[in-house]
């Protein structure tokens, strides 16, 4: 068994009024796979699908709690954003799937790039980075992350190197 601690984890979780057709949409029409779906306590619907290993979660909110579909509450309420291979074949396998495409392929300084909405009204924005893009985002990241802590106005240090030092199953490098 390893002891090196998974990294944590930003996970989208997307309301749908019909979870079961979400699940089936979205990998018919953008090339999800699905990794699960079950009933809740409640009665309703938890599904997990996941493209190219990033996984997303759905289900179907609380409206005692505003947690409600884009369709329901007239307005996109997040948006997804996915790095593609190749934007324009994926774009014709969403559109003869019968997704709703908002903005065909194009190119924009930062890629090629097009935009759809699920049926329930998710926002979509698929993207091919430019070359060299990625790269230099992941660059900037390690280097923000190899910086000692900035100490606040009060000369407090940000929370990161208490956290770190309270683990001490963490190796921080750099």
């Known amino acids: 068994m390893s002891t090196t601690p998974k990294p944590p984890q930003i996970i989208p979780y997307l309301f749908y009024s019909d979870v079961p057709a979400a699940l ?15 009933g809740t306590p ?8 996941s493209f190219h290993g ?3 979660m759905m289900g179907q909110g609380a409206r005692e709690r505003s947690l409600t579909t884009p369709r329901a509450a007239g307005a996109a309420t997040m948006g997804v954003f996915i790095y593609l291979d190749d934007v324009d074949a994926h774009y014709a396998a969403a559109k003869a799937a019968g997704a709703e495409i908002v903005d065909p392929p194009k190119d924009v300084d930062y890629g090629r790039t097009y935009r759809a909405v699920d049926p329930e009204g998710a926002s979509l924005v698929l993207h091919d980075a430019a070359e060299g893009e990625l790269s230099a985002r992941a660059n900037r990241l390690c280097a923000c992350h190899s910086r000692p802590p900035r100490s606040g106005r009060s000369g407090i240090q940000t929370p990161w190197k208490s956290r ?3 683990r001490p199953d963490l190796t921080v490098r750099g």
């Open 24 to 38: 089936d949409f979205l990998c018919r029409a953008f090339g999800f796979e699905e990794e699960m779906r079950t």
């Open 42 to 49: 409640s009665g309703g619907m938890h599904g997990e699908a």
């Open 54 to 56: 990033q996984l997303v």
């Open 164 to 166: 770190l030092d309270s």
